[in-house]
């Protein structure tokens, strides 16, 4: 095999076979995914099923804390944690550019397959693009998932009172692609919060019928994330500034670049939904999670009786209405 | 709406929604398709299930018999065909390059809905992305899909004495492709045979039991997809050039490119290999279905001893080795 991608490696023959045996297979490894076949069959117990798919075009394709191929995996299962399901099978379209290096390509599928295999993911249907040199910036990828809902879980209206979860630190995805794009120098240790939320959907297992509903926040960030809850169930929110958790890096960069962080990609938060009264019990169990240990509660349905809107109460006592996205904030983030 | 795609359509806020219920839901309206969600949720009677995922780069993006739309939810559609699955439901992933034109990213939203409307499949899932202007050729679709395999089918060991069906002319995408691409002017009405292949299935399926195994012979074409059912399974294959079915514009055409139409890839045609004793009786009913009147036997499972190979007997009466794909033919073809 030739260390670049050449334009045949897409021909659907021999030559796409060397890439997807020599690369694809290597790391996606699985009892489930075999050679020659269009599509992959497989058997289900349960009934219910959550479908969703994602497509990734994310610049630059490597950046700390992850890649292009660690946020494919981790995009899908976290859009199938929302819908209360266990991920389970994951399909995954390459889109190349001739010429690309494969060495970079291994790369991408050894962070797929790293992913897959922590979360016990699998990935067991696939398909290879090549297009001439300048058709795609590189590489693009879609992942689509398959996941079973878990017994117990399904979106409820939300009710007055309702109280909101952010998982973990917001806008680290967002910024730290922010960071690359600009090529600015930063102290510290921004990286992205690129990961799998499976484990969440594992955790709060037994408290599922409390919790409304959940959503991650990824383009268009937290702000964006909420509006379009306010808009589905025509309930305001009331959001505590001083309770949004999100690190000094995070806030003096934004600073620094004049972006506001409440419209930054998370790749590794959940907002949820949850009953006012198991809202802490909820929260104890998430906070027990890895990666989930500033898990908070950031506010919640108590807007009674006014224009259904995201409040937010400020640092300094002041009130700002918090809009859906305006202008373009970066595109590219996933 | 602007009358080019913004690069804030890809915001996945507002703009993207725009864009999403303007166009998409318009087309693809079902009463799966819901607002906001990030996975869409199914029951499901059955227990077997088949997966496939297709990123679609075709070039040009409308080509005679066709466009990128109808090729898109086709290809996934007959993916699933060839697992023995009732395709049921799709998902949707644009990658649009800022600057293309709205009214085309609706033409082929409506071929996607009106493929939809045809087969019965739902699309229940999507997302919309959109890159700065050169990042990607247009515009790009990935569609995965869903469906239950019929009860019956199994893919099974292929036998020696085994006949090749294949369900109409073949080369007909390919050509289409090929004249495109290189403005050649010709006489006749060559169009692509891009086209749905789930009523086959529903045809067929009183037969199931005798059919080995199902491929569609689209990149590569019918020369590369019998090599992988001649290296999958051992056997050799004896194919009969005059059984072949293919229409003298294709051959011609071909002719005057100096391309080999048995490379050429097919999107609408289904190569079922079939128990002996059931050939025939297979093939009156692929004959009764839509689309398939010229469906034929053009070989079978008859090498025995040999070393596993395609062998052609010509219409000259002479034998050819027909070798899997080794030169490029044409990038883009799907």
Excluded: W
């Amino acid at each position: 095999m030739n260390d670049k991608v050449l334009l045949r490696y897409g021909d659907g023959g021999k030559h796409t076979n060397l890439l997807i045996r020599n690369i694809f297979y290597k790391h996606f490894h699985n009892d489930m995914l075999v050679n020659y076949h269009d599509a992959s069959v497989f058997d289900l117990d349960h009934g219910r099923l959550a479908f969703t798919t994602d497509s990734f075009v994310v610049k630059p394709l490597v950046f700390p804390g992850g890649d292009i191929g660690k946020l494919a995996v981790c995009g899908t299962i976290n859009d199938l944690v929302t819908a209360g399901a266990k991920p389970l099978y994951l399909s995954c379209g390459f889109i190349i550019e001739e010429g690309f290096d494969i060495k970079l390509i291994e790369k991408i599928a050894e962070s797929m397959g790293e992913m897959c295999r922590k979360t016990g993911v699998k990935i067991i249907t696939g398909d290879t693009k090549v297009v001439e040199k300048g058709a795609v910036d590189g590489v693009f990828i879609n992942t689509s998932g398959i996941g079973v809902v878990q017994a117990g879980y399904q979106p409820k209206t939300i009710q007055e009172g309702d109280q909101i979860i952010i998982t973990g630190g917001i806008a680290e995805h967002g910024t730290t692609i922010a960071v690359e794009r600009f090529k600015i120098k930063v102290e510290g240790n921004i990286k992205s919060d690129c990961s799998p939320l499976n484990h969440i959907i594992e955790r709060i297992q037994p408290k599922l019928e409390s919790i409304r509903l959940m959503k991650d926040p990824t383009r268009g960030g937290l702000a964006t994330a909420l509006n379009e809850i306010v808009e589905m169930s025509g309930k305001g929110i009331r959001l505590l500034e001083k309770a949004i958790p999100i690190s000094s890096e995070v806030k003096s960069i934004n600073e620094l670049l004049g972006l506001d962080p409440l419209y930054h990609a998370c790749e590794g938060r959940l907002i949820i939904i949850v009953e006012k009264q198991n809202a802490e019990e909820v929260l104890d169990e998430i906070r027990r999670c890895e990666g989930c240990e500033d898990a908070t509660i950031i506010g919640g349905f108590d807007l009674i009786g006014v224009h259904p809107r995201v409040v937010m109460e400020t640092y300094i006592g002041g009130r700002r209405i918090v809009s859906p996205l305006e202008a373009d904030m970066l595109p590219r983030i996933c």
